[in-house]
């Protein structure tokens, strides 16, 4: 057999063999050799075979036995491994994806997709694959090993695949599972954490920034934003993300812990991508950090209001406040108690960002109360760095210390009591028709020291002196005079601030 280069293929105790080699393979396993001596009364006798065998010949045969199987053999299962969870089982009709290493029954390796680096990727159940594998995958779940044997008319029959595999060849496919999901699946929500308080849970069109860990099925993780240190910002149900992700997303909680299994169809579908597999399930463990909609404005919560709460805060006032400042998921910012000091900043004045201008608006001393900020009305997109997160909500817990109240608009500095008819005249103290800034900034700061006049309070009294000079000074060469000098209320308004 081995001069004509295949196996001898027979049934035993069929008649299709001389009645001593009949015998004589009984009780063989395959890879076992013997040495069969055969007398010719159960040989071919006192006839021989004519050119061949010649009569009463005694025969000898050195016999291996490859392989073996009945014709009432079925598909026989071996599992070695199988995961503690199971969730799952391969059903008619699943796409899989499995590696395997296949060997005939003398462990003749005759192809592996280890070899190959890809998994072999196909329908179970529908005719996809020789009918053994069609029954050995079923009930398999991800992650477990089996060795499936498989007898050949379940498998390549008496031609074999013309390649590689041999006519009446046993099959023995050890195979592990990587992956499983039907064409119908949607995507399967785990939830691992869900906060006590959920205010609000994201809609479509709302703008997310949260943190995840992708996997594949079997655990193999192919993406994590933690190893960027930095979270994956996105809108939800708009198609920045793929179709799962944005389906996975909708109704989530600021803090919640979430899984969501994607089928490929969902995903990344049969190309795949990166270092994704095509037709993988993907997993993604999340971690919602906070979210918003372009269309939020702030949101103010008092949290103590004074019985005595009057004199409320407006455009123009100069404040002293204490804050601690917080990402929606309570990661602390900065803290005015750390540095042991207020902070001061006149309101309305573009000394902070825009939300917190409006969440200032209409307090009162004493009262605390806690600001959400979206990021259009804080850091924006960029954020600031190694501070404050891109896109990020903020939080501020403040408490309102000192209100010095502000001028009307447009004004940097007003009278408490009547104005002197003949104020150029006070101002100029030599008399020489001419006002110097020196001069100027004297007589400012006299009227202010004897409570006459106000400065508009939190700003720097010699820019605001100097301010104001410039805009009497209008034809620009550093003096005012008498022609040039006017009270607010005696011209037409203009855009800069005046006496």
């Known amino acids: 057999s081995y001069d004509r280069g295949s196996t001898f293929n027979v049934f035993v105790g069929k ?19 013997r040495f069969v001596k055969i007398p010719p009364k159960l040989a071919y006798g006192s006839e021989g075979v004519p050119g061949v065998i010649p009569p009463n010949a ?16 079925e598909v026989q299962i071996q599992t070695y491994f199988k995961p503690e969870k199971c969730p799952r089982t391969v ?15 003398d462990g003749t390796l005759f192809d ?28 398999m779940c991800v992650g477990e090993k089996r060795i499936i044997t498989i007898p050949p008319f379940l ?10 595999i041999p006519g009446q060849a046993s099959l023995v496919f050890d195979v592990v599972l990587l992956d499983l999901h039907n064409p119908k699946d949607g995507i399967a929500i785990e939830n691992q954490l869900v906060p006590a308080s959920c205010e609000r849970r994201s809609q479509t069109g709302d703008f997310l920034r949260y943190h995840y860990n992708g996997t594949l099925l079997d655990g193999t993780l192919f993406d994590s934003s933690y190893s960027r240190n930095r979270t994956y910002d996105t809108y939800v149900g708009k198609g920045y993300v793929i179709a799962g992700m944005d389906e996975g997303l909708l109704g989530v909680c600021t803090g919640e812990k979430r899984r969501i299994i994607i089928p490929p169809h969902l995903g990344y579908g ?16 999340i971690h919602v950090v906070d979210f918003h909609n372009p269309s939020d404005s702030v949101s103010i919560t008092v949290n103590y209001k004074p019985s005595n709460c009057t004199i409320l805060s407006k455009k123009g006032d100069y404040l002293k406040y204490h804050y601690n400042a917080s990402l929606l998921d309570g990661t602390l910012l900065d803290s005015t108690h750390s540095l042991g000091k207020t902070y001061n900043i006149v309101l309305g004045s573009g000394q902070v960002v825009v939300g917190m201008d409006m969440g200032l608006q209409d307090m009162c001393v004493g009262e605390r109360r806690t600001v959400v900020i979206p990021p259009h009305l804080g850091y924006g997109e ?27 608009e447009g004004y940097m500095f007003v009278w408490n009591g009547e104005v002197s008819p003949n104020l150029f005249e006070e101002i100029d103290q030599n008399h020489d028709g001419e006002v110097l800034l020196e001069e100027f900034s ?58």
């Open 15 to 33: 008649g299709q063999l001389i009645v001593g080699m009949d015998k004589a393979l009984v009780g063989m396993c395959v890879n076992e050799r």
């Open 442 to 499: 004297e007589y400012i700061q006299t009227q202010v020291d004897s409570g006459k006049g106000k400065l508009a309070p939190g700003f720097d009294f010699e820019k605001i002196v100097k301010n104001m000079f410039t805009n009497q000074d209008r034809d620009g060469n550093g003096k005012v005079t008498a022609e040039e000098f006017k009270l607010k209320d005696q011209e037409a308004k203009e855009e800069h601030d005046e006496l």
């Open 155 to 164: 498998a390549y029959g008496e031609d074999g695949d013309g390649k590689e």
């Open 382 to 408: 960029d954020g600031v760095e190694g501070e404050v997160p891109g896109s990020a909500v903020l939080v501020f817990d403040i408490e309102l210390l000192e209100l010095v109240s502000g001028l009307p």
């Open 112 to 139: 592996s997709s280890h070899n190959r680096m890809r998994t072999y990727d196909t329908y179970v159940g529908i005719g996809w694959l020789i009918p053994g594998m069609d029954q050995g995958l079923l009930g």
């Open 58 to 73: 005694v025969l000898h045969f050195d016999v291996l036995l490859i392989d073996l199987w009945n014709s009432e053999d």
């Open 91 to 105: 059903q008619v009709s699943d796409f899989v994806r499995y590696h395997y290493n296949g060997t005939f029954l």
């Open 270 to 285: 049969e190309e795949g991508r990166g270092n994704i597999p095509g037709s993988a399930v993907l997993v993604f463990d």
